[in-house]
């Protein structure tokens, strides 16, 4: 426990109080972390919205340029031609009524779930149990579909959901720490131009009041939020 608080420390004596243009941010963040596996690089912009109120919630999905690191494992629920063409897409697990069975049956090996809207009856029947995990199927997110290897494409292309939790704070992976600091700072471009592009009508003063980007066992990086455009090319010294 000693070494990894003489790390933390370590680490957090080279973040500067000055919050850094993304492309900066994200070379530190690369620079400083410690871990001896390849980490996953996350985003947290703290927003200026009431997700008490149900006009200011922040969800939905992004697709990072350049992809975001991560296998992802698809399964899909559909039947017939749509299940077809859900393995001819690379779906991981494709079913209807054995994957409900599977699933309440505890049996959850995917990280990302697609469905069909036929499918949704049957699948309305799973919500407590991947609600919580975020894993249910959506319209609102794309997830709800027909065309599901557009969907699956997506997924396993890098495409990552954000969701504002209850003190306004949206966490998003961009990438990992292997990724170069102008593929990091290009998917978080990405992130900030559609968490912009779905600011609540009725939110009110400042929308992005502060971001900070980390690796999954380093210290947080201050972020410049003002810095909406000049996403790849360092800061003027």
């Keep these: 426990m000693a070494k990894k608080s003489k790390n933390h420390r370590a680490m957090l004596a080279q973040v500067p109080e000055t919050p850094l243009a993304p492309y900066e941010a994200a070379q530190l963040v690369k620079d400083i972390h410690t871990a001896k596996f390849d980490e996953s690089v996350e985003v947290h912009f703290r927003l200026g919205i009431d997700t008490r109120q149900a006009d200011q919630q922040v969800r939905g999905m992004v697709s990072l340029p350049n992809g975001s690191g991560k296998t992802v494992r698809v399964a899909v629920f559909a039947e017939g031609e749509f299940a077809r063409q859900a393995e001819e897409a690379g779906a991981d697990i494709v079913g209807s009524d054995d994957l409900v069975a599977d699933i309440q049956a505890g049996n959850i090996n995917f990280d990302a779930a697609i469905a069909t809207p036929d499918m949704m009856p049957r699948v309305g029947r799973l919500g407590k149990i ?12 794309g997830t709800v579909t027909k065309d599901v290897a557009k969907a699956i494409s997506e997924l396993k292309g890098g495409k990552v959901e954000y969701r504002a ?13 292997s990724f170069s600091a102008e593929q990091l700072a290009g998917n978080y471009g990405a992130v900030y131009d559609e968490l912009l592009r779905m600011k609540p009508a009725a939110s009110k003063g400042k929308y992005v009041k502060s971001v900070t980007m980390a690796s999954t066992m380093g210290v947080g990086v201050p972020v410049d939020s003002s810095v909406t455009r000049n996403y790849t090319v360092p ?3």
């Excluded at 609600?131 to 609102?140: D, E, H, I």
């Design 235 to 237: 800061a003027a010294q």
């Design 165 to 177: 939790d209850r003190y306004g704070i949206a966490h998003v992976i961009i990438g990992k720490v």
């Design 130 to 141: 991947l609600g919580p995990r975020g894993l249910m199927p959506n319209p609102k997110l």
